[in-house]
């Protein structure tokens, strides 16, 4: 069950029966579907994309931003379902921008980044992304990922290669390519999203297999 998904709101009453390892990633932005599908496959969860728009409050906490986001998500389409937060945190500008990451490229973009990077000799920079999980049991649970690295001096691309956002100036610590120069499976070797997505299939896998060893009443 991989695919693209579109739900309107349902009432509890209508909450559908599903079976199996599936889960539904509530995302806009195929990209960051494709690559947590990839890493999904490898551990027999399925996936489908869920086209919702959720609430994202205004946190410096990435794990507060992606918990509100993933109970939001399943409220609007009663499905288990993940979400991702993501920042950007620069070094030399105090962790700007941080859990603003999104804003910023939309407003500043790459160039804009590069701008407040000239001349600076501190280009050390940290990629976070936050996966939570929510099926109406608790709490979401929360899944850290991360990937050090360095902001180039200029934006580089491969030729039909993978990458989105800043992607194009993040060189990950170990690589001399930027994400924008990986494919996709070099770019899941070392990215921040990769690394959360493996940590929530493995407890997940976990979890599946104690859930479905209870007795059934």
Known sequence: MVGMWQREERKPSMKPKLKGRVV???TNNVNKFNEARR????????????RVKTAEIQSDNLNEIAQTSAIDAFMRCHLPVIVEDAGL???ALNGFPGPYAAYAYKTIGNAGLLKLMENVE??????QSVIAYYDDHEAPECFEGEAAGKIT???????GKSG???DPIFQ????AKTFAEMTMEEKN???HRANAVRKFAEWYQKHHSQSAALPQA
């Open 24 to 26: 539904f990633f509530a």
């Open 39 to 50: 890493i999904l496959t490898d551990y027999d969860i399925a996936v489908g994309m869920l």
């Open 89 to 91: 945190f620069v070094n």
């Open 122 to 127: 501190d280009r050390k920079v940290t990629f």
């Open 153 to 159: 001096n200029e934006e580089r691309r491969g030729n």
């Open 164 to 166: 989105f956002g800043f």
């Open 172 to 175: 990950p610590a170990g690589s």
């Open 189 to 191: 070797g070392f990215s």
